[in-house]
C-alpha cells in the first residue's frame, strides 16, 4: 500500500484552518487536523472534516467541454485553448478591450488570481476584473481604507481571545466561521463580555450578555446611537482621538442627532440596552469589533463599515491585542483574491490603477521585461466595472464575452433571472471550474480545472496569514492545475510573461511587485508564520495592523447618515428576506452539495420563519411555504424558529432549486457596489 500524507490549508471558510490530507494509492481519504497550526490548533469543523469527499466526486470535468447545436460536448485541449483565445481576441479586436470581463475567484490560490488579472490587464488590456469579494466584503475595503488605509482585519485570529469586550454584529459565527466561534467562546470563558447585535438570534445569543436586536438594514442607525451615548457621557478615549485620529468634530456633530430615543424609532432597540451596551464597550479595556456581512450586504454597507471605525477610534479600540475592527471573510482564499488584484481599480497589493505610477511599474514588468503581451501598448487606467454592473453590461450588449473561473454567479449574485438573460447575451462565455455549474452549463467553452488537493499555491485568509496549499493527488481525467490552463490561454492568445512552470515562480514575480507581500516566499512559508504587511526578507510580518499609526497617518473619522433599505416591506411585500449561509455548505453548493456527509446534514433549502408568523400564515414546521418577491418566486420547506425576528425570514443562497437570489434585487452601495442582500420586500404564504 503507498500511504502519503500532505500538510494542506482548509478549502471552505476564511479561517483557513490546516490539515493533512491522506493520500492511499493515489486516493484522497478523510482530512486529518493540523496539531500544530496556528490558528486551527489541532481542530476542523465538519466541513473541513468532508474536504475530500468532492475532489472524490464522479461528478468532476474530466475534458474540455465546447458548445456546438447540440449542447456542450467533449473536446480536445488544442480545440478549446484555440477557440477561446481566437473568440476572446476577435472579440477584443472587433469591439475593443472593455467588450470583455474576467471573474478571478475567491477559491482559487493566489497565483492563479494573480495570473487571471495580468491576462485580463496585459493579454486584453481590460480592468473589468472582479470576483464575489464584491458581493461580501467590499464596503469593508472601502471602509476601513478611508477610516484606517488598510481594508483588512486590524487583529489576527488567535488574539480575539484577548479581548474583554467583544461587539459581534452581522455575523452567525457559528455557522459560518466555526473555528473564529470557538475563540469567541473562548474570550468569554476567560470573562469577555460578549454583546450581539443581529436581528436574528445566533448560537451565540445563548452567551450572550446582551443581544440587541435592531431592525434589518438600521446598522448606521444604532452605531451612531452607541457614539452619541458615549460621547454624551464623556467616555470617549481623548487622549486617542487627540493624537491617533483626525475629524472628531464633524462626527460629534453628526451623532448628536442620533439621541437614543430617535435610535429607538428607527431600530427597536431600547435607549437602556443601547446605554448598556455603549457602557460595557467604551468602558472595556480591550474592546473587539467582530462583523461579517450582516454588516456589509447593505446598500448601505460602506456607511455601517466607516460608523463601527467611527466606534472603535472613538473609544481607542485599535492597535492593541485584543482589540480592532475584525471583519471575517467568507471564503477560504477571498482575502487573497483580493489581494492580488482581482478587482478592478487595483493592481495586487492595493495599488491604484489610476496611479501612474502603479501603471509604469506594472507595465514595465508585464509589456517590456515580460514580452510582448499581444498588442497591448500600456495598461488601462480606468477602474474598471464590478460584479453586478457587468451582468447589467452585458444584458444591454456592451460586454460581448466574460471569462469566469472558478465563480458561480448563477446562483452567488442577485437577481438570477436577470444574470441568466445576461450570460445568454454574451457572443462567448468561457467557465474554469470543475463541476459543471450552474453558469457552466450555459458557457460556450469549460475548462476542466483543479480542486484544492490537485496543485500546489498559496491561500490568505481571513486575519492576512499567508499559507501553502500543496498537492496530494493528480487532477482527474485530463483537468489540469488552473494557473497552467491561464497560462495556456495566454500562450494561445500569443502572450509572453505566462512561462512560469511552477506557481512558486508566479508567486516571486507577484511578492516582486507587491510590496505588502514583498518579505513573503517559499521558502519563508516552509519555517515561518507570515501575515502581510511584509515587506522584505527580514520582516516577521504583522500581526497587529495600526499600532503607532495607523496606515494612512491620522485616522479619519467619517461621518455617516441613516439611510433606510432600498426596498421596504409594503402591503404587497410585507416581510423582509435575509439570506446568508449554513454550517454544512458552502458558497454556492458547487463543492459541498457533491459532498455526502454534507449532503446528509442539510439536503435542501430552507426558510426561517417566526412561529407566530407561520401560524398566521397557516404554515407548519416542514410545510412547503412560496415567497415571492418583485423578481421571482420560489417554493421552500419552512422550517420554525421563535429566534426569528417577527417579519423577517432568512433562506440559506446555496441551493438551486429553492434559489434565495430568484428574489434578492440588484440595487447597490453606491461606493462599494455591493448588493443589498440582507433586506429585500418578499411575500410569504403556505405553498
Ligand atoms: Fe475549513 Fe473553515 Fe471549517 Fe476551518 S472552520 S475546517 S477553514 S470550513
Known amino acids: 500500500m503507498d500511504y502519503r500524507s500532505v500538510l494542506t490549508t482548509c478549502p471552505y471558510c476564511g479561517c483557513g484552518c490546516g490539515m493533512y490530507l491522506p493520500v492511499v494509492n493515489g486516493r484522497l481519504g478523510r482530512p486529518l ?17 468532508a474536504a475530500h469527499e468532492h475532489v472524490n466526486s464522479p461528478d468532476r470535468l474530466t475534458r474540455p467541454l465546447v458548445r456546438d447545436g447540440q449542447g ?19 472579440i477584443r479586436d472587433e469591439h475593443g478591450p472593455d467588450s470583455l470581463a474576467f471573474l478571478c475567484s475567491a477559491k482559487c490560490t493566489n497565483e492563479e488570481n494573480y495570473l487571471l488579472q495580468k491576462l485580463a490587464r496585459a493579454c486584453f488590456g481590460t480592468n473589468h476584473i472582479d470576483h464575489c469579494a464584491r458581493l461580501c466584503h467590499a464596503p469593508t475595503v472601502a471602509g476601513l481604507v478611508v477610516a ?6 486590524t487583529n489576527s485570529i488567535p488574539d480575539l481571545e484577548e479581548a474583554d469586550c467583544i461587539l459581534l454584529t452581522g455575523s452567525n459565527t457559528s455557522e459560518n466561521h466555526p473555528l473564529i466561534s470557538t475563540r469567541l467562546l473562548r474570550a468569554k470563558r476567560n470573562g469577555a463580555r460578549l454583546i450581539v447585535v443581529d436581528p436574528r438570534g445566533i448560537h451565540l445569543t445563548r452567551f450572550a450578555d446582551i443581544h440587541a436586536r435592531p431592525r434589518p438594514g438600521t446598522d448606521v442607525a444604532w452605531i451612531n446611537g452607541l457614539m452619541h451615548i ?152 480606468e477602474p474598471g466595472l464590478t460584479v453586478v454592473e457587468m451582468m447589467s453590461a452585458a444584458a444591454e450588449g456592451r460586454l460581448k464575452a466574460m471569462y469566469v473561473l472558478a465563480e458561480n454567479p448563477m446562483l452567488s449574485d442577485p437577481d438570477i433571472h436577470h444574470v441568466r438573460e445576461a450570460l445568454q447575451a454574451l457572443e462567448f462565455l468561457v467557465v474554469q471550474d470543475i463541476f459543471l455549474t450552474e453558469t457552466a452549463e450555459l458557457a460556450d467553452v469549460v475548462l476542466p480545472g483543479s480542486s484544492f488537493a490537485e496543485r500546489d499555491g498559496t491561500f490568505t485568509c481571513t486575519d492576512r496569514s499567508v499559507q501553502r496549499i500543496r498537492k496530494a493527488v493528480e487532477t482527474p481525467g485530463e483537468a489540469r492545475p488552473d494557473w497552467q490552463i491561464i497560462g495556456q490561454v495566454a500562450s494561445a492568445c500569443g502572450a509572453s510573461g505566462f512561462e512560469h512552470g511552477t506557481p512558486e515562480a508566479v508567486f516571486a514575480e507577484m511578492a516582486r511587485l507587491t510590496p505588502i507581500y514583498g518579505g513573503i516566499s517559499y521558502d519563508r512559508l516552509e519555517r515561518e508564520w507570515l501575515r502581510w504587511p511584509c515587506r522584505s526578507p ?93 423578481r421571482g418566486q420560489i417554493e421552500i420547506t419552512a422550517r420554525l424558529d421563535p429566534a426569528a425576528p417577527p417579519g423577517v425570514v432568512f433562506i440559506p443562497f446555496h441551493f438551486a432549486e429553492s434559489a434565495a437570489n430568484a428574489l434578492t434585487h440588484r440595487s447597490l452601495d453606491p461606493v462599494s457596489k455591493i448588493p443589498e442582500f440582507k433586506v429585500c420586500a418578499v411575500s410569504v404564504e403556505a405553498g
Open 230 to 381: 458615549i460621547l454624551a457621557e464623556g467616555w470617549e478615549n481623548r487622549e486617542f482621538i487627540a493624537a491617533r485620529t483626525e475629524g472628531i468634530e464633524a462626527l460629534r456633530a453628526k451623532v448628536a442627532e442620533y439621541p437614543p430615543e430617535r435610535v429607538e424609532k428607527i431600530t427597536g432597540i431600547e435607549p437602556q440596552q443601547l446605554r448598556e451596551i455603549a457602557r460595557l464597550y467604551a468602558g472595556a479595556e480591550r474592546g473587539s469589533i467582530v462583523y461579517a456581512m450582516g454588516i456589509t450586504q447593505h446598500t448601505t454597507g460602506t456607511d455601517n463599515v466607516l460608523a463601527l471605525a467611527d466606534l472603535a477610534m472613538l473609544t481607542g479600540h485599535v492597535g492593541r491585542r485584543g482589540t480592532g475592527v475584525n471583519p471575517l471573510r467568507g471564503q477560504d482564499n477571498v482575502q487573497g483574491a483580493c489581494d492580488m488584484g482581482g478587482l478592478p481599480d487595483v493592481f495586487p497589493g492595493y495599488q491604484p490603477v489610476a496611479d501612474p505610477e502603479a501603471r509604469v511599474k506594472f507595465g514595465k514588468a508585464w509589456l517590456e521585461d515580460g514580452g510582448d503581451a499581444s498588442a497591448v501598448r500600456e495598461l488601462p487606467h
Open 538 to 630: 527580514d520582516d516577521r510580518g504583522t500581526e497587529l495592523l495600526h499600532v503607532d499609526r495607523f496606515s494612512r497617518g491620522l485616522g479619519h473619522f467619517t461621518p455617516v447618515d441613516y439611510r433606510p433599505p432600498a426596498e421596504e416591506p409594503d402591503e404587497q411585500y410585507p416581510f423582509v428576506l435575509t439570506t446568508g449561509r449554513t454550517m454544512f455548505h458552502y458558497h454556492t453548493g458547487s463543492m459541498t452539495r457533491r459532498s455526502p456527509s454534507l449532503d446528509r446534514e442539510l439536503r435542501e433549502g430552507f426558510v426561517e420563519l417566526n412561529p407566530l408568523d407561520a401560524r398566521n400564515l397557516g404554515i407548519a414546521d416542514g410545510g412547503r411555504a412560496r415567497i415571492a418577491s418583485r
Open 148 to 153: 484606517f488605509g488598510s481594508g483588512a482585519m
Open 33 to 49: 487536523p493540523d496539531r500544530s497550526h496556528p490558528l486551527s490548533q489541532g481542530r476542523l469543523c465538519i466541513k473541513g472534516y
Open 72 to 90: 456542450l460536448r467533449p473536446a480536445t485541449w488544442d480545440e478549446a485553448l484555440k477557440l477561446v483565445a481566437s473568440r476572446l481576441m476577435g
